[in-house]
């Protein structure tokens, strides 16, 4: 047996002895939360670690961002695991029930996953972050983070491990891969004895590589290619106001723009608008031809791959359509099935346009920036699925659990 | 642009069209029903093609069973068809929502998952009968049947895309793939540009294959591994009933058991009486050291190989436990995930295995053969799902369903 098969097995062991933890999840989460204030100088320590291998290797100062923990950091870390303990248990819900014609009583309950997989890259308050939602759900975690981070990642992982065992449960609840080359990745991918589901969180890359190679199901998370659609009943204020924020309250996040679609009716009035706003953020547009014709030369020409980029930065396509059924073809073929919006005052291009996108979530009058599971009251997110099965959208610790079927009867045949 | 890509195209684009198809949905349904009764004839010509061409292959009796169609067969699946449309429609169904303290209204309503792909085997039955699930969860479907079933499949499925096309729904919402070669199943596995999910219907090898190869998300159906426990406070009449029922009402199912384990204080008064009913159907045991001290040679010698069996046949592994926890880890150890039961009249013992036991579905005191998507009211079933992403259990139209979530706002930002 590998070193990561042997974990897996582990997994699966404490997994039989979570699904029954009841409350002592919620005391390890505490004895986490203590554990990572207590041990704040100690993690401090082997993120500077990391930070000098950084520097060193030349990483990009947003990355090297990414990567820094502070005590405040640490303090958020802590306060996620607080705030998870106080929500309710996923699991032992009961979604329906009842007794069938032959006596026999039929309940379908919540329960956990079991053993989950988690790849990540520079950010070492994943590490915390996913362990404490999984282990609220009542599964085990295996942790497979990014090589920029290991040193910080070990030290929360044993942090982490050894409050779990004060707690009075086994430390191997959390694990975490200390072997940061591809092929350990790669073997996590194919570990369909043991491992329950996948999650990549990270870019675009890490995603497609775990969907190409894994062999256990895999929950997408995170691209998003979203739009807003200004309709030719739009409130022009309010659409140069929405898509200001969605573009620019934070470029880098999934739940952001990537292309704006205008009505040809409303597009010499909006358009100039939506720009100005634009402009005090040095935001770069590239436009279809009508847009330039609005808007002049400044903005350069968006070619089909602008439409198809998710540029997570300061730049936005532009297109002009000649209906609400254009905006919806445009989205149909580019959208990454995240977040889409319709800007109108009409209620008939409202519900069609609610009805007939496929996203994950699906916005009337309101930034796109809010498809999140602390914003969607979840409590906390593990990412945001962009697929269909299992879950969709903001995932807290419900979409974190699977459901079993109890069956009573009194000797029931068939 | 290949075949199968082309087909992949198509079907994504009149998923757009089924999604808001609303009440087309079931009047395509009630046209395929008259369809298939109308073209009976033809039908059963084709058939008649594949049966011949089995023969002459030498097929055995038993698949040459599953690939014939008959008259009654036929109206089996017409029938099936008016059952389905008179279900509710699983879209649209509004799961939660709620105003936020910011004035948006968040609603997660069910959609369509969009394009599904089934992989099945010899029975054409399985060509109707998906795609009416799938059409009435407004899901676009791909099917790829065996070579066996070639002629009767392309008959189904032509007259099927015709009454689809009088009811007013485009053809292309069922198709058919009709190169049978394995390269066609290796291609439909990796669509990943149009497949939402891809559901493999069939034996071990055809899941595992699909499992293996697939680039898509897959359900994983069918394998059933399932054990009937025999407490110490069990009432034993009732124990020899169930396992009576469970293992010979049907051995090819995967609800049907496959090793019995039996608490050492009430082996001794138990295993005669079971031995006693399944000898009534000449059922092969296949026990532990203490089964063949108790009933004798006639049993033969069980090794871990054999606890690891889905025999589907009238076979049956017999072990002694010295306790319920050693049942609990013979089982954690050995089930497939899919059915499992205790026979006891103690609660506590009961509520243990209830709370313990990793599976589908959870039975104390009745036959394991209930699993299934008709006896638990689900109106009618695509599959028993043996994974816990998505979908655990006998899958129905609901299903068949993913969910978005509706925000409508009056400008809010974030």
Same mark, same amino acid.
């Given at each position: 047996?590998?070193?990561?098969?042997?974990?897996?097995?582990?997994?699966?062991?404490?997994?039989?002895?979570?699904?029954?933890?009841?409350?002592? #999840?919620?005391?390890?989460?505490?004895?986490?939360?203590? !554990?990572?204030?207590?041990?704040?100088?100690?993690?401090?320590?082997?993120?500077?670690?990391? /930070?000098?291998?950084?520097?060193? !290797?030349?990483?990009?100062?947003?990355?090297?961002?990414?990567?820094?923990? +502070?005590?405040?950091?640490?303090?958020?870390?802590?306060?996620?695991?607080?705030?998870?303990?106080?929500?309710?248990?996923?699991?032992?819900? $009961?979604?329906?029930?009842?007794?069938?014609?032959?006596?026999?009583?039929?309940?379908?309950?919540?329960?956990?996953?079991?053993?989950?997989?988690?790849?990540?890259? !520079?950010?070492?308050?994943?590490?915390?972050? +996913?362990?404490?939602?999984?282990?609220?759900?009542?599964?085990?975690?295996?942790?497979?983070?990014?090589?920029?981070?290991?040193?910080?990642? #070990?030290?929360?992982?044993?942090?982490? &491990?050894?409050?779990?065992?004060?707690?009075?449960?086994? *430390?191997?609840?959390?694990?975490?891969?200390?072997?940061?080359?591809?092929?350990? +990745?790669?073997?996590?991918?194919?570990?369909?004895?043991?491992?329950?589901?996948?999650?990549?969180?990270?870019?675009?890359?890490? $995603?497609? *590589?775990?969907?190409?190679?894994?062999?256990?199901?895999?929950?997408?998370?995170?691209?998003?290619?979203?739009?807003?659609?200004?309709?030719? =009943?739009?409130?022009?204020?309010?659409? *140069?106001?929405?898509?200001?924020?969605? #573009?620019?309250?934070?470029?880098?996040?999934?739940?952001?723009?990537?292309?704006?679609?205008?009505?040809?009716?409303?597009?010499?009035?909006?358009?100039?608008?939506?720009?100005?706003?634009?402009?005090?953020?040095?935001?770069?547009? &590239?436009?279809?031809?009508?847009?330039?014709? $609005?808007?002049?030369?400044?903005?350069?020409?968006?070619?089909?791959?602008? =439409?198809?980029?998710?540029? /997570?930065? =300061? $730049?936005?396509?532009?297109?002009?359509?000649?209906?609400?059924?254009?905006?919806?073809?445009?989205?149909?073929?580019?959208? +990454?099935?995240?977040?889409?919006?319709?800007?109108?005052?009409? =209620?008939?291009?409202?519900?069609?346009?609610?009805?007939?996108?496929?996203?994950?979530?699906?916005?009337?009058?309101?930034?796109? &920036?809010?498809?999140?599971?602390?914003?969607?009251?979840?409590?906390?997110?593990?990412?945001?699925?962009?697929?269909?099965?299992?879950?969709?959208?903001?995932?807290?610790?419900?979409?974190?659990?699977?459901?079993?079927?109890?069956?009573?009867?009194?000797?029931?045949?068939?």
């Amino acid at each position: 047996m590998t070193v990561i098969e042997t974990m897996g097995k582990k997994s699966k062991e404490v997994a039989r002895v979570l699904a029954t933890a009841g409350a002592l #999840k919620d005391k390890a989460l505490h004895s986490i939360a203590d !554990a990572l204030i207590e041990n704040t100088d100690y993690i401090l320590e082997e993120n500077a670690k990391d /930070l000098a291998a950084g520097k060193e !290797a030349g990483l990009t100062n947003a990355l090297l961002d990414r990567l820094a923990l +502070s005590p405040e950091r640490i303090k958020g870390m802590a306060d996620g695991a607080r705030q998870v303990a106080a929500l309710p248990d996923p699991c032992g819900r $009961i979604i329906s029930g009842g007794k069938l014609k032959n006596g026999l009583e039929v309940t379908k309950v919540t329960v956990p996953l079991g053993v989950i997989g988690i790849i990540y890259e !520079a950010r070492p308050n994943v590490t915390a972050d +996913s362990a404490v939602l999984c282990l609220k759900s009542g599964n085990a975690v295996i942790l497979r983070g990014g090589k920029e981070a290991i040193n910080s990642n #070990k030290a929360v992982a044993t942090v982490m &491990r050894k409050a779990i065992e004060i707690a009075g449960l086994p *430390a191997d609840c959390v694990q975490l891969i200390e072997d940061t080359t591809r092929q350990s +990745s790669i073997e996590l991918m194919g570990l369909s004895d043991y491992l329950d589901v996948l999650i990549p969180r990270g870019g675009a890359g890490l $995603i497609r *590589a775990t969907v190409e190679n894994a062999k256990v199901p895999v929950i997408e998370t995170g691209v998003g290619n979203c739009h807003v659609y200004v309709d030719e =009943y739009a409130d022009v204020d309010m659409a *140069a106001e929405i898509i200001y924020n969605a #573009k620019t309250s934070r470029p880098s996040v999934c739940n952001a723009i990537e292309t704006i679609l205008v009505h040809k009716n409303i597009a010499d009035k909006a358009l100039p608008l939506i720009k100005a706003k634009l402009d005090e953020k040095n935001v770069e547009l &590239r436009g279809c031809e009508k847009t330039i014709e $609005i808007l002049g030369d400044s903005v350069k020409p968006a070619t089909d791959e602008d =439409y198809a980029t998710e540029y /997570l930065d =300061y $730049i936005l396509a532009v297109k002009v359509v000649n209906c609400i059924n254009c905006a919806l073809n445009h989205i149909a073929q580019f959208s +990454s099935g995240h977040s889409e919006c319709i800007v109108t005052e009409n =209620y008939t291009n409202a519900e069609k346009f609610l009805n007939s996108v496929d996203a994950a979530a699906v916005y009337v009058n309101a930034s796109t &920036r809010f498809t999140d599971g602390g914003e969607f009251g979840l409590g906390a997110e593990i990412g945001i699925s962009t697929q269909k099965l299992h879950a969709r959208g903001p995932m807290g610790i419900n979409e974190l659990t699977s459901m079993k079927f109890i069956v009573k009867g009194n000797g029931q045949v068939r």
